[in-house]
């Protein structure tokens, strides 16, 4: 007997849904193979917020078996909360989204992954510890919520690792803070982290115009151009010949840091002098994190130093001038002729020397007075430095006696130097009291230096050449 089409359908009907049952049951049973296999805990709830998966890993966590969750009234909140409260798989099917977000204050994100789901991160006070919690809606074939999943990941290591770096920074941020030396931090990209108060005080830029920038260089320069900071954290130390020449040096304290000194004219009115050092910062294995600039002011201790310098000489100078001529003094005198004589001998060269003398100087000072006879003291004096060359150098002895030293100079060229000073003073005019001229001049004396010679031997040569010069008449000279 033949089987009508319709029975013939409806029996491929029956078999098309046994295999899609079928088939159903064995997606399930893979789908729950996998989840059962997973390290991550992961439950789900229902619409009525009733527990319809455990898996091994959240029996594990808890501490409760699967039966015994979904077979009783118990609740996930039980497992990780000491008062009763919803779950975010449970506000998730709530809808209640604003809820999270307030809950899990700063502590919430929505997933990039999972459309509808939310991670949070939270600490189970009856685990005691640290969990993310990622929550998603389950959906029906036909888009229908039904209930959520939540897969919980043990984070305790991570926040208290998070939690005591930003401790450290937090510290750091302190200590650089409340430092009265001015500070900046940059990271391996160049931008500033860290400008404190004493650099704000100091460039008169605050931290929030420059944080996040790499706008180091204002503080210092009128351009833009590496700071020392810049250069080491890229590792380019040949460069700093190139920026800082001279004025920089290894530090002696800190292991790859650098010091230098330069004068910044964009600081303050009139600019500043700072030392600055700059040192790489590194973690406990070396990666570099960035680097670390510290200056100080030493405009105060350079102006004092340049002030001592400034007296040191004037004081020197004072001790070998002559008040009244502005000559060297005697005591320069015979530490220069010294040496003078040292380099004649040592390198072969010929040295005169000069003795000065005012002719009858004991009479006009007798007649016009001390001042008047100063006078004439210091008019000699302007004649002999006008008429020496720049290696020569003239020193007051004493009274109304002169001399000069003339290196690299043999006797006949100290005669042509000696006679022109002398012709030279005596034209000199003078007006002691009022309506009277007078003339005033001077005998010298030459001598060229024998090596054999000591220095009062020739000293006294010369000496006697210029008594020997007033003794055959005074205004001459006299070389022999």
């Known amino acids: ?29 893979i789908l729950k193979m996998i989840a059962e296999g997973t390290p991550i805990p992961t439950f789900a709830i229902n619409g009525r917020h ?10 594990a966590l808890s501490n409760l078996s699967a039966r015994e969750v979904m077979s009783t009234e118990v609740t996930p909140w039980k497992m990780s909360y000491n008062d009763k409260r919803p779950c975010l798989a449970d506000l998730l099917v709530l809808g209640k989204t604003k809820e999270i977000e307030e809950i899990y204050r700063g502590r919430w994100k929505k997933s990039t992954l999972l459309e509808c789901a939310y991670e949070v991160t939270d600490l189970f006070p009856v685990l005691g510890i640290w969990m993310r919690c990622t929550a998603s809606l389950l959906r029906t074939s036909a888009g229908g919520v039904f209930g959520a999943v939540e897969t919980l990941e043990d984070v305790t290591d991570r926040v208290h690792t998070e939690e005591a770096l930003r401790k450290s920074e937090s510290l750091l941020a302190s200590v650089l803070q409340g430092s009265p030396i001015p500070t900046f931090v940059i990271g391996p ?11 704000e005080e100091l460039s008169g830029i605050e931290a929030k115009e420059v944080l996040g920038t790499r706008n180091q260089w204002k503080a210092f320069y009128d351009h833009e151009r590496p700071c020392m900071a810049d250069i080491i954290i890229d590792g380019r130390i040949d460069e700093l010949s190139l920026w800082y020449g001279n004025d920089y040096n290894r530090s002696t304290l800190i292991e790859d840091a650098f010091e230098g000194t330069s004068f910044f004219p964009a600081l303050g009115e009139k600019g500043k002098w700072i030392r600055f050092t700059s040192a790489i910062l590194r973690d406990q294995e070396g990666n570099t994190l ?6 100080e002011d030493i405009t ?15 004081y020197k100078t004072l001790s070998i001038t002559d008040s009244l001529t502005k000559l060297f003094n005697s005591r320069h005198f015979y530490h220069r002729l010294r040496a003078e004589m040292d380099r004649s001998i040592r390198y072969g060269h010929a040295l005169s020397l000069l003795f000065f003398d ?12 001390h001042l008047e006879g100063d006078r004439v003291l210091a ?3 302007g004649v002999i430095l006008r008429c020496l060359r720049k290696t020569d150098s003239a020193y007051r002895l004493g009274g109304e006696e002169f001399t000069a030293i003339l290196p690299e100079t043999e006797g006949i060229a100290a005669k042509e130097i000696a006679d022109r000073i002398r012709l030279e003073f005596a034209r000199e005019r003078f007006y002691p009291q009022e309506g009277e001229e007078k003339f005033v001049t001077v005998s010298i004396g030459i001598a060229q230096f024998d090596f054999s010679e000591s220095l009062t031997e020739f000293i006294r040569r010369a000496d006697m050449n210029m008594y020997e010069a007033k003794t055959l008449g005074k205004n001459r000279i006299f070389f022999k």
């Open 1 to 29: 007997m033949k089987k009508s089409p319709k029975v013939d359908y409806e029996e491929g009907g029956l078999v098309e849904r046994r295999r899609r049952s079928f088939d159903r049951r064995e997606s399930d049973r």
């Open 50 to 59: 009733k527990i319809i998966y455990w898996n091994r890993a959240m029996e």
């Open 189 to 199: 990209d160049h931008r500033i982290s860290h400008w404190n108060r004493a650099l």
């Open 290 to 295: 960035g680097a670390l600039e510290t200056l």
């Open 300 to 314: 105060t201790r350079i102006l004092a130093e340049e002030a001592l310098k400034t007296s040191e000489k004037k």
């Open 358 to 369: 005012i002719d009858d100087f004991k009479a006009y000072n007798d007649a016009y007075g």
């Open 379 to 381: 008019r000699l004096a």
